[in-house]
């Protein structure tokens, strides 16, 4: 007897039963994963359904005026509030004229752009203090103000005369 004969005669053979068991289990699975590609497809379709139903709903709300009006505020909100700290000018105005008052320093004129105030101060010796002492006792206590609204450029020239200091000095808001 051949081997071939052998493999046919005795179809329990080990490598029959390993073959048979394994075409079995590639069956089995090819099934499952149909089964499996076929429930993922079927909830992808579900899911795409339900989200153009909400998308339809989103662009019905779009269409309502006061969504239009707060999406166009929350797209410009930092735009806005740059522009409303920009427009603050009396504060500003009120601001200096308190500096004025506490540090008897005067100013003469200002010029307001780019987020800066320009102005030229005046400091006048009177009976309590000279007037650099003015200065000095300005621009040492606002920089360490909690309430100062303005960062002060470094002063860049001082012109003394007998009983007053004139500077020009740029405030940048803070």
Known sequence: MTL?????????S??????????????????????FN??????????????????KL??????????????LYTMNKSAIDK??????IKL???????????????????????????TLAYSVSDAKNIDYQKTVKFLREYKKDSKALFNIDPIKWVNTLESSQKFPIVFKIK
């Open 4 to 12: 071939e004969n052998e493999i046919y005669k005795s179809p329990k």
């Open 38 to 55: 076929f429930y993922l497809e079927w909830k992808n379709n579900d899911l795409k359904e339900e989200y153009s139903t909400k998308q």
């Open 83 to 88: 522009l409303e700290k920009y427009s603050k």
């Open 58 to 71: 989103v662009a019905e709300k779009k269409q309502q005026k006061k969504l239009k009006i707060y999406s």
């Open 92 to 118: 500003y105005i009120n601001h200096l004229e308190s500096i004025s008052n506490k540090y008897h320093i005067i100013f003469k004129w200002f010029a307001y752009n780019n987020w800066e105030i320009k």
């Open 14 to 35: 080990k490598v029959f039963t390993f073959s048979t068991i394994f075409l079995w289990l590639v069956i089995l699975l090819t099934i499952g994963l149909y089964s």
